[in-house]
């Protein structure tokens, strides 16, 4: 009777260290050592069964020396499988901290590259600006009071020059700090960097969007909007592309931005691993600090895809207002 129970505690054992291991089978990614050490423990489970088949139905002898290492062995296996699955999820709990750790530190950098950017851009604006406007002023009282052409015309040249230099002042805060995106929300910002490479004739860019004038968190605006700004240029760059086509779109639960070129195209694994200028890893790491998903398909002479998700109805963004009132 003794042997019997320990035939079917050295199978409860064996039966359980396989349902352990099986289970560990996702944790550990599917490795092949992992699966045939599955296989083993669930071979070895059907063995103990076939013994207490053996012994109990059809009255088979073994000897308690072979019955009780069995349900040693078997308990060792059991308790080396919770181990393992502690070791394991340990090791998976390591690495959601680091990965908590890298977005916490990302989104520093993000939040404190924008406050800099920012500060600049007053500084450019109330600053620089004004000084440029005073400069100006003085030069237009000094041309109505000389009388000397020569001197008349270095002071309408003068004039231009500084003309131009307040409008590129004005566009270089605008590019650092858009005040459009600030005060009229992503659609008019997006539709208004657009139109300026329309203008320039470099590169042709289609827009849809149904995001209309609905407000966001200021975060998700100021990361988006660097976002389609960059796949911009990375298209006038590296692209040879003649035209873009973005659609934005809004729905109850995400944004989703559809960005294509015709362009030549390119590996996107191969170029963010070589980091070869593109961006792309910035583009990963600010769509990363959105919690939102990326799929971008290329190929040589195919141009490009870029398929970005951004959830609206998260935890970082809990509490807030999304829509317009």
Known sequence: MVLHIALILAFAF?????????RLVRETKYSA???LLSIGLLLMAALRFWDIISRVVYGGMFSEVYVWIGVISSFCF?????FIRKVLFHIKDLEEARRQLEKRFLTSIIQAEEKERSRFAKEMHDGIGPLLSTVKLSISTLSRMESDENKKTLIKNSDNLINEAIKSIKEISNNLTPHVLTNFGLEK????FIN????NGVLQISFRSSVKNHRFDSNLEITLYRIVSELINNTIKHANATSVAIDLRLTYSEMRLIYTDDGIGFDPEKV????????LSNIFFRVDYLKGKIDIQSAAKEGVIVIISIPLKDEKFNNKHYFSR
């Open 272 to 279: 963010r691993k070589s980091d070869s200028g593109m961006g």
């Open 189 to 192: 910002a997006l539709d208004n």
């Open 14 to 22: 064996q039966l359980v260290a396989s349902v352990i291991s099986i």
């Open 33 to 35: 050592t992992w699966i």
């Open 196 to 199: 300026k490479v329309n203008n």
């Open 78 to 82: 059991t308790v080396s499988a919770f």
